[in-house]
């Protein structure tokens, strides 16, 4: 009687837990599509500004002068969007303020390399041959590594990384499902760290800098602002990955009977050709002597990519300003080499037709971003967000909280908004406007900012059915577990979110109790 009291207790907490999931999509799923969501603050902002304007909304601080780029203290006026001179605003800027809208100039360009990597099948080699040569002790940090460093390629580890997971670890008698979950859990639980700048950076740092010039024009983000603590990052989220898949994943997934062979369709996805093996050495010699002609242009002193008047690596020099295109370049050239080599390009019509199929893949992005650059500017024409900045800033101020707590709140925030939205760009592109200035009011730099955005927005995209990507996660698993469903995923994952974040926090309040910097230049604090 009592086993089947607590069968029936484990039961009804089951089917409570379900609800919740059930709820959570059900709203999700009520939310309109990104572009529609912005067209509809949009139109909010609109009639919010010529309401406040009504009013007489007016907030008195302190502010870089526009002119003369000197702090001074300022009355900030609401400026309606209705009147004669908002309507001419929204008419002759459209196009201006899409042209101009920061990130998508860089995503474009970081996309023409990236997409020919991926489409040539490059970036895929790279990750099955390095998966294939780790020794039977580092197959699952390596799985989770891979899979934090597959950022680089936007979405490619979900597609390519996450079913190979599951294969190795199964090649080796391991339960497939945990392999899944660790690839999993470093794609997309780890998305925003790695060793090296992926498209994510200069998305958000475009982002960021259209923010902060709400407080200070003279202000930019670099795309490499969070580059010091992404690289701790993923060592940190290795290492938790690895803990969390061997010690507390496994265990409860059980044990599985090895398969005497794999499918044929494993086979290949494991294993390179004896042609792609080849296209894969030339490739990356390719890729190495790129590196090497970058370094002479940067190691010596009067050197091609460093700064001609200061001598500089970092500030405003070639390299870092040119530092997308450079980056693109370094995927094109070798892609187009393995895909000569590999067969997979014939002529250069098939790598002109794989460049304008990475870019047909861009189009809900650069839709996306029209409404996103209208909105930003609205925000910032309106003066809504400097208001909102200066009253919050004193609000907070009035609080007494130190940047710790305030950081801590806004990762724990953004983790639970991420779970009803889960395009990092349209998020930060409506709470940046806010909260990045608010913070830089109280002295936190946007780079700080931005940095526990990026943690909240990571951890919780492993256990949100609205990720875009989650519903091909399940038939995946499904391949391995045919009773394998939403709940599957869901509860395997949840143990990765609870430790990323709170690993996350801690190594976030280290490095702000050290005053470490976030990346080349870029420091915790802001002070206009």
Same mark, same amino acid.
């Given at each position: 009687?009592?086993? $089947?009291?607590?069968?029936? /207790?484990? &039961?009804?907490? *089951? ?6 999931? @059930? #709820? +959570? ?41 526009? $002119?003369?780029?000197?702090? /001074?203290? &300022?009355?900030? *006026? ?6 004669? @001179? #908002? +309507? ?48 039977? &002790? ?391």
């Amino acid at each position: 009687m009592e086993k $089947s009291k607590m069968k029936q /207790e484990n &039961q009804k907490k *089951k089917n409570l837990f379900q609800k919740c999931l @059930d #709820g +959570i999509e059900t709203v999700g799923n009520k939310l309109p599509h990104p572009v529609t969501l912005f067209g509809i603050f949009c139109l909010a902002i609109m009639v919010i500004s010529a309401i406040t304007q009504a009013i007489g909304l007016e907030s008195t601080g302190e502010l870089v002068n526009r $002119s003369t780029n000197e702090l /001074e203290l &300022q009355t900030i *006026k609401a400026v309606s969007l209705l009147s004669r @001179d #908002g +309507i001419v605003y929204m008419l002759e800027n459209a196009v201006s303020n899409f042209v101009n809208f920061a990130p998508l100039g860089m995503v474009l360009v970081g996309m023409l390399g990236i997409g020919v990597a991926e489409g040539s099948g490059y970036i895929s080699a790279l990750l099955k041959k390095t998966v294939a040569i780790t020794p039977v &002790q580092l197959v699952t940090p390596m799985v989770v590594f891979l899979g934090v460093m597959s950022n680089i390629a936007s979405d490619a580890g979900y597609v390519v990384l996450v079913p190979l997971g599951a294969l190795i670890f199964m090649s080796f008698g391991r339960h497939p499902l945990a392999g899944l979950a660790a690839g999993f859990a470093g794609v997309s639980g780890g998305f925003s760290a790695n060793l090296i700048m992926g498209t994510i950076d200069p998305m958000l740092a475009g982002i960021s800098t259209e923010a902060a010039k709400m407080i200070d024009p003279s202000y930019t983000v670099q795309p490499t602002g969070n580059m010091f603590f992404m690289i701790a990052s993923t060592f940190l989220i290795t290492f938790l990955g690895w803990f969390i898949t061997d010690k507390i994943v496994e265990p409860r997934l059980g044990k599985i009977e090895k398969k005497a062979s794999l499918s044929k369709e494993d086979d290949n996805l494991k294993n390179l050709s004896d042609k792609e093996k080849k296209a894969l050495k030339v490739a990356n010699a390719t890729l190495i002597g790129l590196i090497v002609i970058i370094a002479a242009c940067v190691i010596p002193e009067n050197g091609l990519l460093r700064n001609a008047e200061t001598k500089s690596i970092i500030d405003h020099s070639p390299l870092m300003n040119g530092f997308v295109p450079l980056m693109a370049i370094c995927f094109f050239i070798p892609a187009v080499v393995y895909g000569k080599i590999a067969g997979v390009f014939k002529s250069e019509k098939d790598v002109c037709a794989q460049l304008g199929s990475a870019m047909s893949s861009m189009g809900g992005y650069i839709a996306l971003s029209f409404v996103a650059a209208q909105f930003i500017n609205y925000f910032s024409y309106t003066n809504l967000g400097t208001i909102l900045a200066i009253e919050g800033a004193n609000f907070l101020e009035s609080m007494g909280l130190n940047a710790i707590t305030l950081m801590i709140a806004f990762v724990v925030f953004t983790g639970f908004i991420n779970l009803f939205m889960g395009s990092a760009s349209a998020k930060w592109a409506i709470m940046a406007p806010v909260f990045l200035p608010m913070f830089m009011k109280l002295g936190i730099s946007p780079e700080l900012t931005q940095v526990a955005y990026r943690i909240g927005d990571s951890t919780t995209n492993i256990i949100s059915p609205l990720m875009s990507y989650f519903a091909m996660i399940v038939v995946f698993a499904q391949r391995h577990d045919k009773k394998a469903g939403i709940g599957t995923i869901i509860s395997t994952m949840i143990p990765y979110t609870i430790f990323f974040l709170i690993g996350w926090i801690i190594l976030l309040g280290i490095w702000m109790v050290l005053g470490l910097p976030l990346g080349p230049d870029a420091f915790m604090t802001y002070s206009m």
